[in-house]
């Protein structure tokens, strides 16, 4: 029997936000030196991403190293805007809180800020028990210490749990704690393969 849900947010219940895609296309709204910024945004996100960056510092670190024609609201604001629900996906999983039968979290790496923005504009709150972001646990999957973490403060037995992520190389430690790890590719599929498993709603 399945009883805890553990789902990705970025690519699976929305845009994954500030991807490469999103990066690509600040480079050319704010006119930023592609290479530079790359680098920069690798150096940095890491440490963003587990909490030890504030967005400001990322920001310092990334973008505004130098003076710019633009300002470090409008670029945050450009950022948030890259962030958008996938409703079927959101759907899915409130009918599955609905049925009562399981607990559903999230488990995904994100920064503090996007991660709070994420959670209020996808209206998320009401369905998830839980919030397991890299930003407040100070680890990042693909670690197998996030899922240890995140296993052991919902209490949930690894046989009994799904884990739902776009990302294939996030997949492999949750199987090796015996979870039941599905690749996301579209909401249907994910109802289909979650059916498999005896989870419906």
Same mark, same amino acid.
């Given at each position: 029997?399945?009883?805890? #849900?553990?789902?990705?947010?970025?690519?699976?219940?929305?845009?994954?936000?500030?991807?490469?895609?999103?990066?690509?296309?600040?480079?050319?709204?704010?006119?930023?030196?592609?290479?530079?910024?790359?680098?920069?945004?690798?150096?940095?996100?890491?440490?963003?991403?587990?909490?030890?960056?504030?967005?400001?510092?990322?920001?310092?670190?990334?973008?505004?190293?130098?003076?710019?024609?633009?300002?470090?609201?409008?670029?945050?604001?450009?950022?948030?805007?890259?962030?958008?629900?996938?409703?079927?996906?959101?759907?899915?999983?409130?009918?599955?809180?609905?049925?009562? !039968?399981?607990?559903?979290?999230?488990?995904?790496?994100?920064?503090?800020? #996007?991660?709070?923005?994420?959670?209020?504009?996808?209206?998320?709150?009401?369905?998830?028990?839980?919030?397991?972001?890299?930003?407040?646990?100070?680890?990042?999957?693909?670690? !197998?210490?996030?899922?240890?973490?995140?296993?052991?403060?919902?209490?949930?037995?690894?046989?009994?749990?799904?884990?739902?992520?776009?990302?294939?190389?996030?997949?492999?430690?949750?199987?090796?704690?015996?979870?039941?790890?599905?690749?996301?590719?579209?909401?249907?599929?994910?109802?289909?393969? #979650?059916?498999?498993?005896?989870?419906?709603?």
């Amino acid at each position: 029997m399945i009883t805890h #849900l553990f789902f990705d947010v970025g690519g699976v219940l929305g845009t994954s936000g500030w991807g490469s895609a999103a990066r690509a296309q600040a480079v050319e709204r704010f006119g930023l030196d592609a290479q530079d910024f790359d680098r920069r945004h690798r150096e940095a996100v890491g440490q963003w991403e587990v909490g030890r960056l504030t967005l400001d510092e990322y920001l310092d670190c990334t973008v505004f190293d130098q003076p710019r024609p633009f300002t470090r609201e409008a670029f945050a604001a450009f950022m948030r805007d890259q962030s958008r629900p996938h409703p079927e996906t959101i759907a899915l999983a409130r009918a599955l809180a609905a049925s009562g !039968r399981y607990r559903l979290m999230t488990l995904n790496n994100e920064s503090a800020e #996007l991660n709070a923005h994420r959670l209020r504009t996808f209206g998320l709150a009401p369905i998830f028990a839980a919030f397991f972001s890299s930003c407040w646990l100070g680890v990042a999957k693909p670690s !197998r210490r996030i899922f240890e973490l995140a296993l052991g403060m919902a209490q949930a037995e690894p046989a009994h749990s799904v884990f739902v992520d776009d990302r294939a190389q996030n997949l492999a430690p949750a199987r090796a704690l015996g979870m039941h790890a599905l690749q996301f590719t579209t909401a249907d599929a994910l109802r289909d393969e #979650l059916a498999a498993l005896g989870v419906t709603p």
